[in-house]
């Protein structure tokens, strides 16, 4: 547990014997009940220093949390509340950490609307209701890139829940390609979203290689027996994704060195939003830049290549170079006929 949330734990304590005015409360009473509750709750067997306690009393008095708890000390060595209805429970949210939590409700709106779990949406819309007692709703300030009408986002949640589970999935998924869906068993390993498209990453029971399953090609799927659950032993998706842009690779691909000119006008697009992590500068003229990547080639990579349309050239590899040309002159075609 972290040492704010202990820190938490022990003012709660404290706050809890100040509010029992049936007995007196001596710093050695105090000491006794943080370390009895620390215990309890964390398994801490070393109890609580004088000097702990003392700071805890300290940060309870100031305004550092906002508490400015009225605690006294009567003949000298007993503690108490000098209102007898206090409590840190009811004490007042200030101006500033109420609009500090109403932009957080804001964000944890868009994201529990997405439909990820019903039970965030639930705990968000508590929280937001509390806040509206305390204090009139204002607009909000921030919003995400969101489609509520992806098909196929009704299965996050659910498929969530049988990766960190561990189960095996029955999935009927039918791609663009294909002419009817197909079934087959899957052991899912990760969720993975680009560019407000949903993926799952997963490995075919026959198969042993990873394959990439989009959300909104899933037509239905079945949890199976999670005894025959396997684990995903293979390199860390951290590694895994971090060599690529978007989601398309197979565990049999190697990143590239990428050579890409960009226009004078575009350049400092490229320069402040780059177009991967291992984004080099190599050269800047008056012309434009010079840069490189590392990565996978695939499919997304040449979609962002083409999205530069004439301000973007690959210099290499030549591979690469030959395909992109191609895309053009087919696309080129499509308005000569």
């Known amino acids: 547990m972290a040492t704010n949330k202990l820190a938490l734990l022990r003012i709660k304590t404290i706050d809890s014997c100040l509010r029992n005015r049936k007995r007196k409360w001596t710093l050695e009473d105090l000491i006794e009940k943080v370390s009895d509750a620390l215990y309890e709750y964390e398994g801490i067997t070393n109890g609580i220093s004088r000097r702990s306690i003392q700071g805890d009393i300290a940060l309870m008095r100031s305004d550092k949390l906002g508490y400015n708890a009225p605690i006294i000390i009567t003949d000298r060595k007993y503690y108490t509340y000098d209102d007898p209805d206090y409590s840190i429970s009811n004490s007042p949210i200030n101006a500033s950490d109420m609009e500090k939590m109403k932009e957080i409700v804001g964000v944890l709106k868009q994201l529990s609307g997405f439909g990820y779990f019903e039970e965030m949406s639930d705990m968000v819309a508590r929280l937001e209701n509390t806040l509206l007692k305390s204090a009139p709703e204002g607009r909000n300030c921030i919003q995400f890139e969101a489609n509520h009408q992806l098909k196929g986002i009704n299965f996050i949640g659910p498929l969530y829940q049988a990766i960190t589970r561990k189960i095996p999935l029955l999935i009927t998924y039918r791609s663009f390609k294909a002419s009817e869906s197909r079934q087959a068993i899957y052991f899912p390993y990760l969720l993975k979203e680009y560019r407000n498209r949903w ?22 799927f079945h949890e199976m027996s ?29 990143p590239q060195q990428v050579t890409l000119w960009v226009n004078k006008q575009n350049a400092p697009y490229v320069l402040t939003k780059p177009l991967h992590a291992t984004q080099k500068l190599l050269k800047e003229d008056e012309s434009g830049i010079l840069i490189s990547i590392h990565v996978v080639l695939n499919f997304e990579l040449e979609r962002e290549i083409l999205g530069f349309g004439e301000f973007m050239k690959v210099v290499g590899p030549r591979h690469l170079k030959g395909r992109i040309r191609k895309r053009l002159e087919d696309a080129r075609g499509l308005y000569e006929q």
């Open 226 to 254: 999670a005894k025959d659950y396997e684990e995903y032993e293979g390199t860390d998706f951290e590694k895994y994704y971090g060599e690529i842009l978007g989601v398309t690779r197979s565990e049999k691909d190697r």
């Open 199 to 220: 993926f799952l990453i997963a490995r075919p029971k026959k198969q042993p290689l990873l394959i990439t399953l989009a959300l909104d090609r899933i037509q239905e």
